[in-house]
């Protein structure tokens, strides 16, 4: 089955302990990217990548990084998370970097910071 | 930048009605999606449609590019419709995302 797997898909954490959170795509995509949602503010882009080896900050990239070492994986670090990162993550693909191609998203990971 | 408006923002049902979702966007795009977040928080794609309508089951989609607008239509509605509504477009002059709308909220009464 063609998808988009996010792991975990909660996690409760305190400040200032580093995490991953994974995203892998099984349809052998160009493009992947980070959101975050958080109420009152909606989906927010945190990082993109264009293909293996090419990343790119979005709208909010501040406390995060990323790496794309191969093309299905994308993982979403946080060197040393903060109770401002608690929010719903969504990890999303689409097939090529070029614009207009139907994106596809993970099914969340609820992340809170204490 | 583009906006990207929905209405309404909020809308309640009884089971078995209709309604009509509707995105107004503010410049041109090259694709517009609609999505269904559900009570648990999930991102379902509805529909990919930059223009013209599509139909799956009970639900149907038409954007009309040229005046900026697509609408989603939910036909005798069920209460796992219940959720959040979201249409996101694509637009010619933004670098490499897509942008959501605020979304409308879909309670279905049984």
């Known amino acids: 089955e063609a998808q988009v797997t996010q792991n975990p898909r909660y996690l409760i954490t305190v400040t200032g302990k580093k995490l991953t959170v994974t995203c892998s795509q099984n349809m052998n995509h160009e493009y992947m990217s980070w959101y975050r949602q958080d109420p009152g503010l909606g989906l927010r882009q945190i990082y993109y990548?264009?293909?293996?080896?090419?990343?790119d900050k979005g709208d909010v990239p501040e406390g995060y990084k990323v790496s794309r070492k191969e093309k299905r994986n994308f993982p979403l670090i946080l060197e040393s998370p903060s109770p401002n990162q608690t929010s719903l993550y969504f990890c999303a693909s689409s097939l090529s970097s070029m614009k207009g191609y139907e994106q596809y998203f993970g099914p969340g990971t609820r992340l809170t910071v204490t | 930048g583009i906006q990207v408006e929905q209405s309404p923002p909020d809308l309640i049902l009884q089971e078995g009605a209709n309604s009509t979702l509707r995105c107004n966007f503010s410049d041109s795009v090259n694709n517009l999606q609609w999505f269904h977040q559900n009570p648990w928080g999930q991102l379902i794609n509805l529909f990919y449609i930059p223009s013209g309508t599509k139909q799956n089951g009970r639900l149907s989609a038409t954007t009309v590019a040229t005046e900026r607008y697509s609408l989603l239509y939910i036909s005798s509605s069920q209460t796992t419709d219940s959720g959040v509504y979201f249409c996101a477009v694509d637009p010619y002059s933004s670098a490499s995302k897509i942008i959501f709308g605020s979304g409308t909220r879909l309670s279905i009464r049984p």
């Open positions: 990548s264009m293909n293996v080896e090419v990343t």
